[in-house]
């Protein structure tokens, strides 16, 4: 394992495609249009959009050709799909600021251990990954005990920033933008020494924060430090939650927990890197049975 502050492979861009007039528009479609007829639609636009957007096609075949030891032909295949699932779930995404929140049938396993941590005084903290619909259950898992704190990119469209706050205000969520400097660091520690929830996609990093290099999938890729040393150092549990699509209208949510049993004579570096460890097997866990659901369209891996 080592430290980067920056990485010489390819960053994601930060924020949501579509600008935000497509993004308003399909969220008027939704509200009149079933959402079958936009999926039979989307089919003809995928393969365009996989030639158009190569890079992002290529990386996700690598992944499963270097990854997943596919043949060529099934990495093509799989490729395929991968980009057709996520444009159900984008899709989905949009459907739900549109109002059709109820379309959606979500199953939820292992729900009691989020809602022990609900229920106790300390803070702890929500990770996720670029992995089904990951927004699915910040509608879903609600607290009516604490606040609920979510770091996103201040980059994001204002489109989606602005149906993310209207769809997420009932839940009792503030939304902390990832800045350059340190400021969302700070708004993170407040949180949780007051008690309160912090929800963080943690697969990705840019170009300021501070990874560390790990064994994923048969290969080497960063992961941001800095959610997992807020946990060490306030000394908090910490869970990960996945929410893949499973059906045409069905979501089935994981939670899983990350806290192993930790010597107490462990520094905070080595606290941190063991909950990063965990993230991972769990990460990994829910890859290898849905691989299709992976969507993080650039050069991940380093080797």
């Given at each position: 394992m080592?430290?980067?502050?920056?990485?010489?492979?390819?960053?994601?861009?930060?924020?949501t495609g579509g600008g935000n007039f497509g993004q308003k528009a399909l969220v008027l479609i939704l509200r009149i249009v079933p959402l079958r007829l936009i999926y039979c639609l989307m089919a003809f636009v995928v393969p365009f959009?996989?030639?158009?957007?190569?890079?992002?096609?290529?990386?996700?075949?690598?992944?499963?050709?270097?990854?997943?030891?596919?043949?060529?032909?099934?990495?093509?295949?799989?490729?395929?799909?991968?980009?057709?699932?996520?444009?159900?779930i984008v899709i989905d995404r949009f459907a739900i600021f549109a109002g059709k929140r109820n379309v959606f049938d979500i199953e939820i396993e292992n729900y009691d251990c989020f809602d022990r941590l609900n229920n106790n005084k300390e803070g702890f903290i929500i990770t996720s990954a670029h992995i089904g619909n990951y927004e699915i259950a910040g509608y879903m898992l609600k607290s009516h005990n604490k606040?609920?704190?979510?770091?996103?990119?201040?980059?994001e469209t204002l489109t989606v920033s602005q149906n993310r706050v209207e769809m997420m205000k009932e839940n009792n969520i503030n939304l902390i933008p990832i800045c350059d400097d340190i400021s969302h660091i700070l708004a993170a520690s407040v949180a949780l020494q007051n008690g309160e929830i912090l929800s963080?996609?943690?697969?990705?990093?840019?170009?300021?924060?501070?990874?560390?290099?790990?064994?994923?999938?048969?290969?080497?890729?960063?992961?941001?430090?800095?959610?997992?040393?807020?946990?060490?150092?306030?000394?908090?549990?910490?869970?990960a939650v996945f929410s893949v699509k499973v059906s045409y209208n069905k979501y089935k949510i994981f939670i899983k927990h990350?806290?192993?049993?930790?010597?107490?004579?462990m520094s905070?570096?080595?606290k941190a890197e063991q909950l990063i460890y965990s993230y991972i097997a769990h990460t990994e866990d829910i890859l290898k049975l849905f691989p299709e659901q992976w969507f993080n369209f650039y050069d991940f891996w380093k080797d």
């Open positions: 080592a430290n980067n502050n920056n990485s010489s492979k390819a960053k994601w861009q930060g924020h959009y996989i030639v158009f957007a190569n890079k992002r096609y290529r990386a996700i075949y690598h992944y499963f050709r270097n990854h997943f030891a596919y043949p060529p032909f099934k990495a093509f295949v799989k490729t395929c799909y991968n980009h057709f699932i996520f444009g159900q606040q609920f704190n979510t770091l996103v990119y201040a980059s963080a996609v943690v697969d990705r990093t840019n170009d300021s924060s501070k990874s560390i290099e790990c064994s994923f999938l048969n290969g080497k890729a960063d992961f941001p430090v800095g959610v997992f040393m807020l946990a060490a150092t306030f000394n908090v549990e910490m869970i990350l806290n192993p049993d930790l010597p107490t004579t905070k570096q080595q």
